[in-house]
């Protein structure tokens, strides 16, 4: 991203409907934030260049897709070289069941958001997979009981 790229209120506020509706066309989008379609488009590619816009996709339920069981596991390494951590990296980069994996400071060394079916499927992938990584010397697991707040994007403040 070009830190450099100064965001205007019109800026945020198509970041803000690109974030909540997606599949709006550009016509869309130029009528909500008051702007002609072509200087629309080209503000939108200016942000998309900029790497401000990393991508589009669609929101999913989890559920709807069978994936019943969300859990957040934390996960210590016996060891802390760069091979070590590459090593790991690459195992949890294969697998679809990890949704997300963040590098953490503090007692653990890894956040990973786990997306299964049920306990069933979580504990093949704890047992098989994760604690047969090399490398992960601890686990510390956690089931979401309800989601409160679900992700609804970057926060843009104006």
Not at 46 to 66: C, N, S, V
Request: net charge neutral; charged share 25%.
């Amino acid at each position: 991203m070009d830190a450099t790229i100064a965001l205007d209120r019109t800026d945020l506020r198509l970041l803000a409907l690109l974030q909540t509706q997606g599949r709006s066309s550009n016509a869309e989008l130029a009528t909500q934030i008051r702007l002609s379609p072509s200087a629309c488009l080209r503000r939108t590619q200016r942000l998309e260049e900029a790497g401000i816009i990393a991508g589009y996709g669609a929101r999913l339920d989890a559920k709807a897709l069978g994936l019943g069981l969300r859990a957040f596991v934390r996960v210590q390494l016996e060891k802390h070289g760069q091979g070590d951590i590459e090593h790991f990296a690459e195992r949890i980069g294969q697998w679809d069941e990890v949704v997300a994996c963040y590098a953490l400071t503090g007692d653990m060394d890894y956040l990973l958001h786990i997306l299964v079916r049920d306990l069933e499927h979580f504990s093949r992938f704890l047992l098989d997979r994760l604690l047969n990584a090399t490398g992960v010397s601890d686990v510390n697991s956690s089931f979401v009981l309800r989601v409160v707040k679900q992700d609804r994007g970057v926060p843009l403040v104006g």
